[in-house]
């Protein structure tokens, strides 16, 4: 799990990501990116839709799976971005841990938000 400060905490900021962020998209995930100049760190939202879904335990096993590769795979303390990843295929929740990643990586890549895709 990501700390606190790295977190969203209330609606208006993640709002405001979602209408005046950067889109890139993949096959599994929506990504929007916006700078924020007016903090430290960087913020990262994971959204899953019921549609995705139905069931909330599925949703929250995607959820920690997806901010994990986050925590391990994006400078959180570089540059502050407000980053909220939505997913957007049920495929995701039977999809492998290396596979889930790999897509992830790619689509962070784009942005320009990872490094390198170790």
């Known amino acids: 799990m990501l700390s606190s400060r790295n977190r969203f905490h209330g609606y208006g900021s993640l709002r405001y990501v979602m209408t005046r962020g950067d889109s890139f998209r ?3 995930f929506k990504l929007k990116v916006s700078d924020n100049p007016r903090r430290r760190y960087s913020r990262v939202a994971i959204v899953i839709s019921k549609k995705v879904h ?3 335990v599925r949703r929250n096993r995607v959820r920690r799976r997806v901010y994990e590769i986050v925590r ?3 400078p ?3 540059h502050a971005h407000d980053i909220v990843i939505i ?3 049920p495929e995701v929740i ?3 841990h290396s596979v889930l ?3 992830l990586i790619q689509l962070l890549l784009r ?3 990872c490094k390198t895709d170790d």
């Open 26 to 28: 993949n096959r599994y």
């Open 54 to 56: 139905k069931s909330a």
């Open 72 to 74: 391990h795979h994006v």
């Open 76 to 78: 959180l303390d570089d």
């Open 87 to 89: 997913v957007t295929s």
């Open 94 to 96: 039977a999809l492998e």
């Open 101 to 103: 990643r790999r897509e």
């Open 111 to 113: 942005a320009g938000l």
